[in-house]
């Protein structure tokens, strides 16, 4: 089970001056709603590439098993903590000597328990994301974004947003990764 620490970054002023110029709005009235809809599509931009964008903190909760384990969230830029995590939620940092860490070329990372651990559950916090900040967003990705964020404001009275747009998802698609059975 992953849980999110912390929460997806600000969408930059200049990313919503990028959309407002996509929908050709000169007025600031909508920024508030834009920047909402913007931070959906970054979110759904993210679930649909499986891949978290701006770089953050997350967490695995894991089951103690002496084999290798992945992360789930990717890219994998560092794994900082491992701790034992009791029935009654209480945990204690387990020491570098308990396991060993690896974040392979793909940039998913992984940990394998080396002794034995008397609980049946480890915490691993790790950070993950494409890139330190949005302007380092891949031009694709950020287009993506923009025309995404520009249908939800066209369809914002809408029942009938179904599916992602097109050219959206072909704009994505190259950063998908794939997840093999």
Not at 120 to 148: F, H, K, N
Request: glycine share 4%.
């Amino acid at each position: 089970m992953s849980i999110p620490i912390d929460d997806l970054p600000d969408i930059p002023a200049d990313l919503i001056d990028e959309i407002k110029a996509f929908l050709r709005l000169d007025h600031d009235e909508d920024d508030p709603a834009i920047a909402e809809m913007a931070g959906s599509a970054s979110l759904l931009c993210e679930s649909f590439t499986r891949q978290l964008l701006v770089a953050r903190m997350a967490q695995d909760m894991l089951p103690v098993k002496n084999v290798w384990q992945k992360l789930s969230r990717l890219p994998v830029q560092a794994i900082d903590l491992v701790e034992s995590v009791a029935a009654d939620g209480l945990t204690q940092e387990l020491s570098s000597d308990d396991y060993i860490v690896d974040i392979d070329s793909d940039g998913q990372g992984w940990i394998r328990l080396q002794t034995a651990v008397s609980v049946s559950r480890v915490r691993v916090s790790y950070a993950a994301g494409l890139v330190a900040d949005w302007e380092e967003v891949p031009t694709m990705l950020r287009q993506g974004i923009v025309r995404m964020t520009g249908y939800f404001y066209a369809n914002r009275d809408s029942n009938d947003v179904h599916q992602l747009p097109h050219a959206v998802s072909a704009l994505w698609r190259p950063y998908r990764r794939m997840r093999m059975g």
